[in-house]
């Protein structure tokens, strides 16, 4: 060990650090915790239930693709499945925290994974590419979105109803509005357009011609195998 | 406006089974990266899903909302490549709507 690159360290600092430099960021993500909560409420969740799946999914878009799914009878498998595809990128994004999490103890580095989402991956990315060796500020920050996600989709929940017609406030777009907004912060560039071409296109055409939630598959892998295929150069080992 | 604690057994299946594939996701990742590289293929194809899984789901709403769900989500997509923050975008597409619903 040197003195310039000391051992990855949890402390209660950090901790505490993670969650107050998060804190803004969370309080952002309160707005659209209160229209999932209120969306939650239009699709006949309780108020028990729009909590539960805050506190133990604690993924947004996963939350607001399934109320966007949510039907009578309730398709559970195509709502698991839709979750787990739209957020397979997870797995690069947590993989890319192994500079911290991988020399904890592993109960310790496996709780703060399921802390994972964008906006606190983002700021503790940012952390400890600037030098950051304390651990705890990602659990921290983790924490600030989880607590701020938990209530602000209970009070979505709580207080929304008492709104009048969805549509007259515009509020059947919310889905669909935070949806577009993250495709749009998600564009890098002209290398997407062929994929998400590829994606529009096939999902309008599951939509016309698949049952269910088929069509939303079905883009995405249009759009990843696409991207993908061209990325590597035509072939499916990158070689 | 009482509290509603109910749980129906459908909805907590469905939460429960989100919950558990969601974290098996954010756990893979941590697990993979101790062990394997992942091949440059299977990094492209997860850095486009993402934004091709948020166009699938998109795109066939807005056209099926036809001009006014369209102009919507011009404008929220305008936003959020201005760098507005989520909530702003929101609100931004929302009002969009709401006053074209007015207007047109």
């Known amino acids: 060990m040197t003195p310039d690159n000391p051992p990855i360290s949890f402390t209660r600092d950090g901790l505490v650090r993670g969650y107050v430099k998060t804190l803004p960021i969370a309080a952002g993500v309160a707005v659209f915790g209160m229209a999932y909560g209120l969306l939650a409420g239009q699709h006949g969740l309780s108020l028990a239930e729009t909590g539960l799946m805050s506190a133990l999914v604690f993924a947004g878009s996963s939350q607001m693709l399934a109320l966007q799914l949510w039907d009578d009878p309730l398709p559970v498998a195509g709502i698991v499945l839709a979750a787990a595809i739209i957020n397979l990128r997870y797995v690069i994004q947590t993989a890319a925290l192994r500079p911290w999490l991988g020399p904890l103890r592993p109960t310790l580095s496996y709780v703060s994974v399921f802390f994972t989402a964008d906006e606190n991956w983002a700021v503790s990315i940012a952390e400890m590419r600037a030098g950051g060796r304390d651990a705890g500020f990602f659990l921290g920050s983790g924490l600030a979105l989880w607590s701020f996600w938990l209530i602000s989709g209970l009070a979505g929940r709580a207080f929304g109803g008492a709104l009048p017609n969805p549509e007259r406030l515009g509020l059947d777009f919310i889905g669909t509005a935070v949806f577009t907004a993250l495709a749009g912060r998600m564009w890098r560039g002209r290398r997407d357009l062929l994929p998400w071409l590829a994606a529009g296109i096939a999902a309008v055409l599951g939509a016309h011609y698949l049952p269910g939630a088929w069509y939303l598959l079905i883009g995405g892998l249009a759009g990843s195998l696409i991207g993908a295929w061209r990325d590597t150069g035509g072939t499916v080992d990158g070689a | ?104």
């Open chain 2, 1 to 104: 406006m009482a509290l509603d604690l109910s749980l129906h057994a459908p909805t907590l299946a469905a939460i429960l089974g989100m919950a558990l594939a969601v974290y098996l996701i954010r756990a893979a990742g941590l697990f993979l990266a101790r062990r394997v590289t992942p091949s440059p293929w299977v990094e492209a194809f997860l850095a486009h899903l993402p934004g091709a899984m948020f166009v699938a789901l998109v795109v066939p709403t807005v056209t099926a909302g036809g001009p006014l769900y369209i102009g919507a989500a011009a404008a929220t997509l305008v936003s959020a490549r201005l760098q507005a923050p989520l909530a702003l975008s929101m609100a931004v597409g929302i009002g969009t709507l709401l006053v074209l619903r007015t207007v047109i």
